[in-house]
């Protein structure tokens, strides 16, 4: 069996408190999944993330493949072993890395031929090499491989892009189901196996969202997600898409929107049925500096925090906010101290996870009056 996904309550705006079951863990909905680039949420260790009540985390494809390379994880026992992380884990296809970050692609139906950005080495991904890797890394959830429709795209490069993603998700599942069975963990969970998300493609059209939508389903994935947003597109038109493509997909899987977003935006999509978000923005914006509190961002390298001794954010207890002052964040990071990425990406992760466990209370049930 693949994942189960019980929608626990559903609100009439759609909202649904759910719960995940997948081989490393059961995960409470909606979920907020920190991003673990290379094999880590940069800056963060481990312990720490479960300490956070961190369930699920991502691994890129395109970074591990090329280092270390899913083969000796595979042969250490998969991802999850290799960087000591014993819950839920998720890779992407590797496709949104090759389009974003590698030099000199050419795409062609087959696949995607690129150089590495670390050594210009030469390689060639296609939905079936994706599935091997993705199998090997072992997370409890893959992708299917897609191409990102850029923004803007006209409607022709749009279309082109849909029919070509729709033929890599087919092969992704025709290879993924024949060889999902060679996931390194498989005999520590008999009975259970990895999981494959089809993406729902299609640009900011809405017709080609439905279009897409209809086609993945009638592959029957495991769960379905909602790809190519947040790429630079107007915010209302984002919640256009994600309206659009939610009622069409079934009750009774996962539905995932890739790369978003800002605080407002995961409550909000949270609110109106997506369970799974995921974006580099808490850490990314943490590194540089950047705090997301419950009063609105702040800088910290600022000036005026020199001599501040509140917490990050007086209305968080994480454990930065319950120990350190503004002030000394402000210090590390002047002072180009490695532990200023640490302690600001912890806080902004407590910060995103927050949000998240407040949406699942508030989609639950109101509590039935006492029995007198
Ligand atoms: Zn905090």
Redesign the pocket.
Known sequence: MALAFNPLHVTPEGGRRGQLQLPHQTVETPVFMPVGTAGTVKAVPQDTLEALGAQIILGNTYHLYLRPGHEPIQRMGGLHRFISWPRAMLTDSGGFQVFSLSELRKVTDEGVRFRSHLDGSSHFFTPEHSMDVQIALGADIAMAFDECTEYPADRPRAEESLRLTMAWARRSLTHFRANQDRVPWASDFPGSSQSLFGIVQGGMYRDLRRESAERLLEMDFDGYAIGGLSVGEPRDLTLEMIAEVLPLLPRDKPRYVMGVGYPDEIEQYARMGVDMMDCVLPTRAARHGLLF?SEGRITIKNRQFAEDQN???PN???????RYSRAYLRHLMQAGEALSGTLNS??NL??YLGIMRRVRQSLEPACAPAQV
């Not at 968080?316 to 319950?322: A, F, G, P």
């Open positions: 509190t917490p990050p954010d968080c207890d994480c454990l930065v906010c319950r912890i806080h407590a910060f």
